[in-house]
């Protein structure tokens, strides 16, 4: 399964809301009715971490400003309100089929 | 809390050999299933392989580009998972990462997730 992110990178004035979207090749609608897409961040100089699982669920402690949405083989990533601590590069995945795979990468930075 | 701390990587030639390890705590281990993914130096996250869990069937599976060459192991009364990694080429060289995660449901149905990797450790292969 090939993901492809669109944009590759992306600049926001803080406080104005970005948007990342994620195509896969093929559906990703699990049979027990979720879609096996996450969203991962990864700062400068870190791992990565989970942002949002299972298409539109947050992960624990990630801000209600990030939303995921979408489903079968059309996925968005949503930041409502920018902030600083939001750069680096974002990351779609699919877990439904082995081999585990990623975008590209959409790297985030501050107008 | 959850720790994983990869260990073991350098520098090597082309064709070398090298095994890295992941050493786990604050989770049960032995129903984890691990995975190694690499990041290339500037470039995007890469799959390596997945080891299942002994209760699971323990199973491994691999990317294509590293099949054949790199073998995954645990070895649950250490809470260690090792990546063995043979006749590495310099498209190897990569920050390899050991992560783990799981999707699961609560006791009122609603669907979780744990999702935890280490801190990467670095191999360069070069002559």
């Known amino acids: 399964i090939v993901l492809t992110q669109s944009p590759l990178s992306l600049s926001v004035i803080p406080g104005e809301p970005a948007t990342i979207s994620c195509r896969s090749t093929q559906s990703l609608l699990h049979s027990k009715g979720y879609n096996y897409m996450d969203w991962y961040l990864q700062r400068p100089g870190q791992s990565p971490q989970l942002v949002i699982f299972l298409g539109s669920l947050r992960a624990s402690g990630v801000p209600d400003r990030f939303s995921g949405y979408g489903s079968g083989t059309e996925f968005t990533l949503k930041i409502s309100n920018v902030e600083a601590e939001d750069i680096g590069t974002y990351y779609c995945?699919?877990?439904?089929?082995?081999?585990?795979?990623f975008g590209q990468g959409t790297k985030l930075e501050i107008k | 809390d959850v720790k994983l701390v990869e260990s073991g990587g350098g520098l090597v030639k082309p064709g070398e050999s090298l095994t890295l390890s992941c050493s786990v705590s604050g989770l049960k281990f032995d129903v984890a299933w691990m995975n190694w993914i690499r990041q290339a130096p500037g470039r995007g996250l890469e799959w390596v392989g997945r080891i299942k869990s002994r209760i699971d069937g323990g199973e491994r599976d691999y990317n294509a580009p590293v099949k054949g060459r790199f073998f995954i192991s645990r070895d649950d009364a250490k809470k260690m998972v090792y990546l063995q990694m043979r006749g590495l080429k310099i498209e190897d060289t990569a920050v390899y990462y050991c992560?783990?995660?799981?999707?699961?449901?609560?006791?009122?149905?609603?669907?979780?997730?744990?999702?935890?990797w280490g801190r990467g450790t670095l191999v360069t292969v070069s002559s």
């Open positions: 995945t699919q877990g439904l089929q082995t081999p585990r795979t």
């Open positions: 992560t783990t995660g799981e999707y699961y449901t609560d006791a009122s149905g609603r669907p979780k997730t744990y999702d935890y």
